[in-house]
């Protein structure tokens, strides 16, 4: 069974910095899988945010890119997001999901599930 517990969500002034940390177990007896950031503000739809593919390929929503970072340390199991110039607009709960079974790097068109709790991420101007 795989669990994603996320943390490092806070309030922050725009402006700022924040690393979402999400500690995965479970994975072990998979080779080959994306993992990525989502992100769900009130009254909106979930959206990917950053992905990353089992060889490292990242990709990012064009809102993310150049200010966010998605990292994994395989040894651990955790997968990091690093967040500079925070926006107003990046105010979300922030979740962590893994898509199993795929070799390819296009993770952000694949399906994900086996979602954390979420740990929430607001921004003020």
């Known amino acids: 069974q795989i669990r994603l517990v996320e943390s490092g969500g806070d309030s922050v002034q725009a402006g700022g910095s924040l690393t979402l940390s999400c500690t995965a177990s479970?994975?072990?007896?998979?080779?080959?899988?994306?993992m990525a950031w989502f992100r769900q503000a009130p009254g909106k739809e979930r959206e990917g945010v950053a992905f990353v593919a089992s060889d490292g390929t990242t990709a990012y929503v064009d809102s993310a890119k150049g200010r966010f970072t998605i990292s994994k340390d395989n040894a651990a199991n955790i997968l990091y997001l690093q967040m500079n110039s925070l926006k107003p607009e990046d105010t979300a709960r922030y979740y962590c999901?893994?898509?199993?079974?795929?070799?390819?790097?296009?993770?952000?068109?694949?399906?994900?599930?086996?979602w954390g709790q979420g740990t929430q991420v607001t921004v003020s101007s």
């Open positions: 479970g994975l072990a007896h998979y080779t080959a899988y994306c």
């Open positions: 999901g893994t898509a199993l079974f795929y070799f390819g790097t296009n993770c952000r068109a694949r399906p994900y599930n086996n």
